[in-house]
């Protein structure tokens, strides 16, 4: 179909070629006002929090090697106890990470994150890439090139807790061939 713009009015037409009238069910031309157009939700609203800084990398320390995002946990809860052990694995202190945490729903700039703090490795726990403004596919539990960085994705902490074969496959498919073996340059 083609667009034609008359004075205020799109008309919809069918181009050469397309269904005849009958064909179509008469349906075949519907129009639209400018100002019912223009107000639509082609772009949500709330995708304006990827242009944003809303200040959630305050508080952490620019240049650590490994930038872990996840879904919120409760401190001294068996989440974080699960996300110390894995750090803890990969023979890794407190001065090479971050942790920042995101509430459900909440989105925040990857742009920003990354010119703020800029790691190396990104470690998203039970975080889609869209909740950062990506968009982008990451295996689970393998380590993904990813804008100059390298990603691993996996379920949240919680899951984790509660699945060891997950827990594994994280471990042997990319933590340890990072952080140990040291098998992928970053």
Partial sequence: MLLFCKETTFSLKPQSGALSPAEAGDSVTSSTTMASLINTD????????????????????????????????????PEEAQLIKMLGACNLTADQYNILMLAPGVKAAWHLIREQLQPKIVLLTGILPAQLGISALFILNAPNN?????????LSLGELVQREDVRKDLWGNSLKLLFIDKKIKY
């Avoid at 242009?51 to 809860?77: A, C, F, M, P």
């Avoid at 990813?146 to 996996?154: C, H, K, N």
Wanted: hydrophobic share 40%; aromatic share 12%.
């Fill in 42 to 77: 082609i772009i949500d609203p709330g995708n304006d929090a990827f242009w944003v800084d809303n200040q959630l990398t305050r508080g952490l320390i620019s240049g650590k090697e490994l930038l872990v995002i996840t879904s919120e946990y409760h401190n001294g809860g």
């Fill in 146 to 154: 990813f804008d100059g960085r390298i990603w691993l994705a996996t």
